[in-house]
Every structure is written in structure tokens, then in C-alpha cells.
């Protein structure tokens, strides 16, 4: 029995003949092929719907970052704008740390 231009082995043959006709139906790859798509389509959506969030949650922080900074500079007196530059590059150095560190431990579970 030749089908789509391979050779069916004897075994796949046998199977496919106990198939119920129902089964054997043309409509069945159809359904097959659609669900694939489907389910491709919605893994891609939920990828690129985390992307979209994560850029979301970037921007608010940069634009976080940027007013502290500003409200940082626009201090009067140099020890309060010394003071208050230092905690926010110290905050930062924080995020930076944890951030490497669930890097690692990502890096750990993957293997």
C-alpha cells in the first residue's frame, strides 16, 4: 500500500485496516493539524505576552529610576544629594545581586 509517496510497513498496514472507517476518515489529519496550529498559536501568544509585560515592567522601572534620580539632584543642600544618590545606587547594586543570583539558580536547575 503506497500513500503519500512512502511505503507503509506491514505493520502500520494492519493497524490501519482495524481502524474503525470512522477513524480512517479523511477529516481526522485535517483535525490533527488544526489542533497543532492552535496549540502553536497559543504558546506563541503567551510567549510574546510575557515579552510585552516584561518590556512593560522595564519602562515603569526605568522611568521610576529616572525620577528618583531627578528628585535625587533637585535637593538643595550637596551632603542631602550625596546621601540620597549613594541609596539609590545602592538600591540598584541590590536589584543587580539578586538579579545575578536568580540567574545562577536558574542556570543550576536547568542542568
Avoid at 36 to 54: C, N, S, Y
Wanted: aromatic residues 8%.
Amino acid at each position: 500500500m503506497k500513500s503519500m509517496g512512502f511505503e507503509w510497513r506491514p505493520g502500520v498496514r494492519g493497524w490501519w485496516r482495524r481502524l474503525p472507517v470512522a477513524l480512517r476518515s479523511p477529516v481526522w489529519p485535517g483535525i490533527l493539524v488544526s489542533l497543532t496550529i492552535l496549540a502553536l498559536l497559543l504558546a506563541f501568544h503567551q510567549i510574546v505576552r510575557g515579552g510585552v509585560q516584561q518590556g512593560e515592567m522595564r519602562r515603569v522601572a526605568v522611568a521610576m529610576y529616572a525620577e528618583a534620580l531627578w528628585r535625587c539632584k533637585a535637593l538643595r543642600g550637596p551632603g542631602m544629594r550625596e546621601t540620597c544618590l549613594a541609596q539609590l545606587n545602592e538600591a540598584t547594586d541590590i536589584d543587580a545581586t539578586l538579579r545575578a543570583q536568580d540567574l545562577a539558580t536558574v542556570a543550576q536547575i536547568s542542568r
